[in-house]
Every structure is written in C-alpha cells, then in structure tokens.
C-alpha cells in the first residue's frame, strides 16, 4: 500500500479525501530552511521539487526546517547518549531551560515564574487550567479557614451576637454574617471554577483546552464538555472590565472595634479561576488583541482575584520581533504559554510559566507526565530560545517588508482582498469570498475552502505552501522562518498577486487550473453527518410567502457539459472537467443552482428552484459499484433536506436522484410531496408511441423495450402492450428472472418475449429505452439496418450511443420533453435542451406546484394510472410534450379523451 492509501485508510481518512479533492495530497520528504522537498509524482517531467514553505509548521518552524545550530545540539544529545526518559531524577536540560524562560519573561514583567514543561501546546493549556483550578481554590480555602477561625474567635469573645452597627450587613449579628460568608465560600470552593477565554480565541483542541478554544468550524458533536467557560464577545476596555460583574459573589466580614462594636465590611469573590489570551490571535486570521483590551484583561483578572494567562505558543519566541507579542503592551500576565517555536522545529515541548508567588507547588508533584522534562527536548529548546535573539533584528526587518509588499497587492486588488494583518513573522491575508455567476462555483468557493483552493495554486504554480488559519479558513497565514531571503519576498508578493488578480478578474478557470490533473488512489466518500432536528412542523401552502415553492434534485451533468453548471470554465476540455469532477466527488454540498418563476396557462405560479445533487451520473453508478450507495443516497437526502430548508412544497427527483432513492421511497416526508416525475416521462413516450403504433401496418408493431425491470420501463410495458403486436423485453445479462415476472403480467394483452441481449432489437421497428446506464448501451450494430426506426430514448443520460444519431433509417426521438407554455424559457443551467423545454420530470414537479391538493403520481412504482393523472395534470397547466427530432422540435397538446379509457380496460 502506498503512503496516500495508508494515510487515507489508516491515519486520516477525512484529510486524505480533502488533500485529494483539493490537489494538496502531496508528500514533503526533505526540508532545509525555508524549504521543503517535494516528492514529485511519478513521470512528473516539470514542477519543481523546492517548495517555499510559509505555512512554518504552524508557527512552529521560526528556524526553518533543520536549523543547522539545533541540529549540532540534537546530535550532541545522540552522541553523549543521554537518557530520553530519567523520571523521577534531577533533570538539568530542564532546570536550564526553565531558568532561562523565568529569566527572559522576567526581564520584561519583574516577575520570576516556575516553568511546568510539558510536550504540546494544548498540554500546556491544559496545565494552566489546572493548576488555576487549584490555586483558585486554595485560596479559597484559606479563606475559609480565616472565616472559621473568625467565627470560632466570636463565639470564644462572646461577641457572637453582637449586631453590626456599620457597613454593608448593619443589623445583622456577627455570627449569623460570618456564617453566611463561609457558605458561600465553601459553595464558590466547591463549585467548578469558571474559566474565560476571548471571541475567536484558539487555545488547543484538547478536551478542555478545546472549551476555551472558539471553534466555529468544527461539528458541534466533536465538543466535549470541558471546564464551565465564559466568552468575552466585546473586546472594549470598557466592557471587559466590568464584564462578568454579577457573577461576584458579595461575601461580608467583621470586625470589632476597641470599643466593642461591630462593623461589617464586604469584599467579592468569583468563580473566575483565569482569563486566557492570545495577545495576538494566529488561528482565527491573525488579530491583534489591542493593548488596552490586553490592560482591561488584567483589571478583570485582578477583579476577579483570576490568574491571567498569556497563551503566546504561536504568537511569542521571537516571532514577532520581540520575545513576549505582549511586551509593547505594557501588560504583564500571571502565566505565560510557551510551545511551537519553543521546540526549534525539532522537539515536541511547551511550557506553562507561573509566577512563583502564584505557584502551588503540590501542583509540580502531581501534574507530571512521561514525556515532560526530557534534557533532549529542553536542550534543543534552550538552544531555540537562543536562536530568537540571534535573529532577533532580521525578524523585525523582514517582518516589515514582507507586510509591506503584501499590502501592496492588497491595495492593488482589493477586490480580492479585504486586509494583510499581524505583525513580524506572524502575517495574515484575509480574503474576500468570491462570488462567482454559477452555483456550482459558489458551493466551490465556500469559507472553508477558498484558503485551501488559494494554496493549490500556489503550490502548484509558484511552489509556495501556505494553508489557511485554523478557525478562519478564509485568511491565508503567511508565517515564514527567520531565514526568508529578500529574494524570497518578492516571490510571494508575486505569488499573491496572481492569485489575487485571477481573483478579482474571476478567472477561475486558470485559478482553478490544478484541480484538472486526474487524482491518484481510491476514492472514499465522505461520513454523514447526522442532521440538527428540523424544524417542524413543515410550513404549508401560501405560510410561507407569495408564491408555491417546488424543489427540483438533479445529479450534475457529465463532464462534457459541465460548461452550462460553470460557464466560468468553459474553457476545458472534457478531460480537465472530468478530472475536476473526480477531485471534488464527495466534497461539495448540494447547492442551490438557481431559481424561476414558471406560469400555469390556466391558473398559479410557482418557484421553481433547482438544486444540485453533487455527483455526476457516472460517480452515481460507480459509487453503487463499489458499494457506496448508502452515500449517494444519503447525498440526494441532503439535497432533498436543503429544498425543504428552501421552503419548497413539492420535491422532485430528477436525473439520477430517484434511482439511488429506491424511486423517492427512500425520501420520506409527512407533509411535502415527493415525486420521481417519472410518470409524466412515461406519459410522454406513451403518448408518441401511441400516435406511433396507431399509423404502423400489420406486423409493424413490434416494440424492443430495453431496461423493461427499471420504474419507467415497466409501465411503459404495460401502457403500450395492448397497442401492438409483440413485444421484447431486453435487459442485462443476469435480468432474465425479472424480466419474465413482467412479461409474465403482460402475456394475455401481447405476444411477449424476453432477452437478455441488444441483439433481440434488430427486428423491432420501434425501440424504447429506459435504463439507468450512465453510459450508452444502444449501438449502431443492435438496430436493423434495413428499415426504418423509431428510437425512443427515455433515459436521462441517454440510453442510445451519438453513433446511432448518424443512422440514415433511425428516427431517434429523446422522449421526456416538455414545453413550457406561453413564450417562458427559463435558463435551469445543466438542461441543455432547447429554450423554453423541460425534462418532463421537472414539468410534472412545476404542475405538482400548480396544484397543491394534488397528490404525486410518481413515488414509488409507477402506476397507468398515475401516469394518466401525470398528463392530465400537465394538461391542465399547458405542459404539453415536445418532440425532439435531430433539431427539429414539434409540440403536440397531449391526447388526452381519446385514449385514457382505452388504456384502462386493457389493464384492469
Ligand atoms: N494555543 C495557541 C495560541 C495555538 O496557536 C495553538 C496551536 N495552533 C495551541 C494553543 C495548541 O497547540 P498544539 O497544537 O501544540 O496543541
């Protein structure tokens, strides 16, 4: 198995299906500096191996990849063979580097720290959530012990029911106050601590540093419970100061004065244990948390009797140009987060810095794990943080340029682009979300993921690597080593102007450009997702605004014509389109492709709007050939949940939509009506054939019937057997059994065969074809040559190959086909039909509309029956069958009193 198999099936299924759709499923085998080694696909004889690397390990490469310093010190720990794991012993790689850490730290803010090491960033969240839990709650003993004393002292003085004479609990006994305190002391020490973190803040992803972490993007369902938590939304001073004022808790003491008398006094306490802050915000778009807000934070902290905590793993280390982002603010935090660029790129290590007069040593005794403390780890570390002042000035340099230059390209398309932010090595580009014509392209260029369809172009044609940020996908961060060459510089400003020109000039056939190269491995489809519970009860007609909505599914066309979905990339070839299709399979939503009014001739209108079911036909049937039908189903049921999201009334399932729904039985609905459309289909090939076999002579009437098992093909079968003579049903090899089951209804109306070969056609005059191929199974060599054909193609996508089309004696009529009445001509992009001319499927879900009382004729099998109603109803509206013949279109008025009865006494 190869690494993009193993990776998809056994590391990260989701990611490898999304590198793949996004053509970012490429493997780095080397990295030096600013760079990384791309291993080129194989045969590949263009592209460069050398990737500019501005994604930085998330932050966590400032060195570059392999910095040589930190490599002498990595090799120096194999050479002296230092021990990875000495747990339980004095570590000195340890105590250096934590030494170091308290004393830069310490250099700006006073402050002397206790470092706890750990190994990732989340851990070292996690530790200082932790251990502001215990100090939190510690002090809050003590206090309690302070109040019991004081109470016991009271009882002991006899002054217990002395009644205060001042302050806030005046009136009030001191034993009745001073017991009231220590309740709720006790409850406040008891109580969860509450732990408050900012608007868009990223902290980690571990159960609890996930809860202070404000994940918009990711499921709900992946939250687990954490610590109780508050958002701070209103970053004002102001408002932060004050912002969780009535969660204070009043607590009164007392004191007795020389003279005996009793005064009380209040002070608050608060469940608030901490306040965590990015000074600079990396992963939700590079946001600086302005230093007056960083100020505010320190008064609620203070107010609050809270730790503040710093989280700098992304933004400190030097990145910025200054070892602590928070230094020019002035604000010094209780606790600071070290982790990312702590490790030189090299080591796994983080680290939580606590002021010792804060420090709860009993913390350091029972926080500990197996990793924490390693001399390999902390050496490299000792040396990393060495490096940050190395490099110190050509940060702060090429931090400027680099921002300057992108503002540049910002000013010059800002139609592209809404801002560059951040400050030294730590860039964001946020990027406006384009708006293209086509739906298709809008479902493509989604907030999540325009960040990573800018990276495939950049990768693919500047060999520059960035990804979005983590929680705002649509900011590119730009975070590169302090090793970037001012040549370097100029190549992602010329980077970024590319993209933001296509951008801007939609062009988006040459943005798109590299997701035209076919993928490589399996395909997997992606797992549902369970729905939020909808909305109930479903609104009926007329609640729900001026006009009856309808829905109508259709799968996306076949590659060929992907053109009239995207008209923006009507420039590639049928390869391209193919390759693009197969790369996005399974990762778009449905999506609304647009939206029309239609007019009945006799009475009502309705909205007809057209939603995507994001498959082609030939996805659809290899899907159900590899055994993925469950997701093809569940994909049309997303569709169908978004018409009704859309409010529509009526439902209808078109190209290969009903088919994956078991014929829309698997589209259960109370209070919307679902249909196939497929009797209106079928109405319109009876009512052809009819006029078809009513002019032919005496042994002319012999109909083929291809796909007579499928919905459509049944009851054509039924409707037309008593118009002929004979009749053949064709189907797939191993279709024999069912075939026989239908012929088997029909052989007292028709002389009926059966066969499992196209051969079986070449004595029928008249063919009709139904089948749910996605490939054409009638070919020039199954046709009689020698007479003429009536082909009746019912199957959407057709049934008969193009080469029939060239048959001098075959009349090909693609059945089906529905004219809108008046002069409508509606544009529903993927019809390629003539203006003005519906699939018939698509008409019967309009007269559904037009109709409310009505109910579907096509859920489930179809019925004569509801086939007549079909047309009836289409006839009562002006939906009237068009005839399509090479170019030729020629519509008819259905022929409705003539032979409705006819049909049913032949089929009681
Ligand atoms: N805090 C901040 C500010 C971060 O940016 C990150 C990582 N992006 C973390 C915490 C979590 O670090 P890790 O991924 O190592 O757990």
């Given at each position: 198995m190869n690494a993009e198999s193993g990776f998809a099936r056994y590391a990260r299924p989701e990611f490898a299906r999304l590198f793949r759709a996004l053509h970012l499923d490429v493997i780095y085998q080397g990295g030096q500096g600013d760079h990384l080694t791309r291993k080129l696909p194989a045969g590949a004889d263009q592209g460069t191996d050398q990737v500019l690397d501005l994604v930085g390990g998330a932050g966590s490469s400032l060195f570059g990849h392999n910095h040589p310093a930190l490599l002498d010190v990595a090799r120096q720990c194999f050479e002296e063979r230092i021990p990875f794991n000495a747990q339980a012993s004095i570590r000195p790689g340890a105590a250096e580097l934590a030494q170091r850490l308290s004393e830069i730290v310490g250099a700006t803010t006073g402050a002397s720290y206790v470092v706890t090491l750990g190994s990732t960033g989340a851990e070292a969240v996690e530790a200082a959530v932790k251990h502001a839990t215990v100090e939190h709650r510690r002090r809050l003993g003590a206090l309690q012990e302070q109040f019991e004393v004081a109470l016991r002292r009271a009882h002991r003085d006899g002054v217990a029911d002395l009644v205060c004479a001042s302050g806030p609990a005046q009136g009030r006994s001191s034993a009745e106050v001073l017991s009231e305190a220590l309740d709720r002391i006790a409850d406040l020490r008891t109580a969860d601590p509450v732990f408050v973190s900012l608007r868009n803040a990223f902290h980690g992803k571990t159960a609890g540093a996930g809860t202070l972490t404000h994940g918009g993007n990711v499921p709900a369902d992946l939250h687990v419970p954490g610590p109780r938590h508050r958002r701070l939304s209103d970053w004002s001073p102001q408002h932060v100061v004050t912002a969780f004022d009535s969660d204070r808790v009043p607590v009164y003491s007392v004191t007795v004065d020389a003279a005996g008398v009793a005064h009380s006094q209040v002070r608050h306490l608060s469940p608030v244990a901490a306040c965590f802050v990015e000074p600079i915000q990396g992963e939700s778009g590079v946001h600086e948390v302005p230093a007056e807000t960083l100020a505010a934070l320190r008064e609620l902290a203070d107010r609050h009797e809270a730790a503040l905590v710093f989280d700098e793993i992304q933004c400190g280390m030097g990145r910025t140009g200054t070892f602590l982002a928070s230094e020019g603010s002035g604000v010094a935090a209780d606790y600071y987060l070290f982790s990312k660029s702590l490790g030189g790129g090299l080591a796994k290590i983080s680290a939580l810095l606590v002021d010792e007069k804060r420090y709860v040593p009993e913390f350091g005794r029972h926080h500990t794990s197996t990793f924490a403390d390693d001399d390999f780890s902390s050496r490299i570390a000792t040396a990393a943080v060495d490096l940050s002042f190395t490099y110190r000035d050509r940060i702060i340099e090429t931090g400027v340029l680099l921002r300057e230059r992108l503002t540049e390209v910002a000013q010059r398309w800002p139609d592209a682009i809404i801002e560059v932010r951040g400050r030294g090595l730590l860039l964001g580009i946020e990027f406006h979300l384009p708006q293209p014509e086509s739906g298709l392209l809008r479902e493509v260029f989604d907030t999540e993921s325009l960040g990573y369809l800018i990276a495939g172009r950049l990768l693919h044609t500047h060999a520059i690597r960035v990804i979005p940020t983590l929680s705002a996908p649509t900011t590119v961060r730009v975070q590169p080593s302090a090793l970037l060459e001012p040549a370097d510089v100029d190549r992602i400003a010329a980077g970024f102007d590319d993209v933001a020109g296509l951008l801007s000039r939609g062009d988006y056939t040459t943005l798109l450009d590299h997701l035209t190269v076919p993928p490589a491995g399996v395909w997997q489809p992606p797992q549902h997702v369970p729905l939020p519970r909808r909305d109930w009860p479903v609104l009926h007609s007329g609640s729900r605004g001026d006009v009856t909505r309808v829905a109508f599914l259709a799968n996306l066309d076949v590659p060929g014509k992907l053109w009239s979905m995207a008209?923006?990339?009507?420039?590639?070839s049928d390869d391209q389109c193919e390759a693009a299709l197969d790369r996005m399979w399974g990762e778009l939503d449905p999506f609304e492709v647009v939206r029309h009014r239609v007019t009945s001739e006799s009475k009502g209108e309705v909205e007809v709007i057209m939603v995507a079911a994001p498959f082609t036909a030939g996805q659809a049937v290899a899907a159900l050939r590899t055994g993925h039908g469950a997701w093809l189903r569940r994909t049309v049921l997303d569709a169908v949940e978004l018409g009704v999201a859309l409010g529509a009334e009526v439902i209808g399932l078109g190209g290969h939509t009903s088919i994956v729904t078991n014929a829309a039985r698997d589209v259960v609905e109370s209070s919307i009506r679902v249909t196939s459309g497929n009797s209106l289909t079928a109405a319109c090939a009876y009512d052809l054939l009819r006029l078809e076999l009513a002019a032919a002579g005496p042994g002319e009437r012999r109909v083929g019937l291809v796909g007579g098992i499928g919905n459509i093909g049944a009851v054509m079968a039924e409707l037309i057997a008593p118009h002929c003579d004979s009749m053949v049903l064709v189907g797939r090899p191993g279709s024999a059994r069912r075939l026989a089951t239908v012929a088997k209804r029909l052989s007292s109306v028709v002389d009926v065969s059966i066969a499992e070969?196209?051969?079986?056609?070449?004595?029928?005059p008249i063919v009709v074809s139904a089948t749910n191929s996605a490939d054409p199974v009638i070919l020039p060599h199954h046709l009689a040559g020698d007479r003429k054909i009536l082909v009746c193609d019912l199957a959407v996508p057709g049934d008969v190959h193009p080469a029939v089309t060239g048959l001098s004696n075959v009349t090909l009529v693609s059945g089906g086909r529905i004219q809108l009445p008046g002069m409508q001509t509606p544009h529903f992009p993927g019809i390629t039909l003539p203006p003005g001319i519906l699939y018939s499927c698509m008409a019967e879900t309009i007269g559904l509309g037009f109709e409310p009382e009505t109910p579907s004729p096509s859920y489930g099998g179809l019925s004569s029956a509801g086939v007549l109603a079909a047309r009836d109803l289409a006839a009562r509206h002006g939906l009237h069958p068009a005839r399509i013949v090479s170019d030729d279109i020629s519509v008819q008025p259905w022929i409705v009193d003539q032979f409705g009865s006819t049909i049913e006494e032949h089929i009681g």
């Open positions: 008209p923006e990339l009507a420039a590639w070969d196209l051969d079986a056609l070449r004595d029928c």
